[in-house]
């Protein structure tokens, strides 16, 4: 049926007042993504620089080429300032150190060059001698972290927002047995023994050694990092 002709511009107004409505409003969909009740991406808490070349210094070069012939299998990683003071300089990202290692990111090349010799040379012999098998896996708890020490609120940033720490947790042996810190520093002789010998490494190598008898928060991992001098606790 035809639309009368006095009823025509009444029609066109309420039509053009709905495409106003909607224009301003938006589609259902778009309601949705507004409703503060719904999970929304948020911005990054700290700002980022465009990353910048790495190993361009003589002394970075020597530790890259020295991780190298150590037959570590190792990625360069672009220089990367985190926002908040963190940072990942001259760092790398290990690929294979003879032993599977969980949680690795980023490390400084002097932590990521320690940590490997430390693997090498001090878990496999120490596996060995006090279990007669072979470790299969170094379990961690990860290396770059931005945050302040045992991630509190306020207090200085720790070593992990520089990429130069890694906490490690336990180890994999051959017969499928895990030895953790958690349990294991006070555990059976044996695992007491390799996880102290391990300890004892640790702090000829790092720069800073923590274990389970150095506070509360340090219960159920080793925290190697590369500041200090000779700091073993």
Request: aromatic letters at 10%; one cysteine or more; proline letters at 6%.
């Amino acid at each position: 049926m035809p639309i009368p002709t006095v009823l025509q511009p009444r029609i066109l107004i309420a039509a053009t007042a709905a495409l106003a409505l909607s224009a301003c409003f938006g589609s259902p969909d778009v309601m949705k993504r507004g409703d503060p009740k719904r999970p929304t991406a948020s911005a990054p808490k700290r700002p980022q620089v465009a990353p910048t070349p790495s190993f361009t210094s003589a002394e970075a070069q020597q530790c890259a080429f020295e991780l190298k012939q150590a037959g570590v299998r190792f990625t360069p990683l672009a220089n990367q300032d985190h926002g908040g003071g963190c940072s990942s300089i001259d760092s790398v990202k290990l690929l294979d150190i003879g032993t599977p290692t969980t949680n690795l990111g980023a490390m400084t090349c002097p932590l990521a060059k320690s940590f490997a010799g430390w693997a090498q040379f001090a878990v496999k012999p120490a596996a060995r001698k006090f279990f007669g098998q072979e470790v299969v896996k170094i379990e961690t708890f990860g290396t770059y972290s931005c945050r302040n020490i045992y991630g509190g609120r306020s207090g200085r940033l720790s070593q992990h927002a520089y990429s130069n720490a890694v906490d490690v947790s336990g180890f994999v042996l051959a017969d499928g047995r895990r030895i953790m810190l958690d349990g294991g520093w006070k555990g059976d002789k044996a695992s007491q023994d390799f996880l102290r010998a391990l300890h004892k490494s640790g702090c000829r190598r790092f720069g800073t050694v923590l274990g389970p008898d150095y506070n509360a928060a340090h219960y159920n991992h080793f925290h190697f990092d590369m500041s200090g001098n000779g700091y073993c606790r």
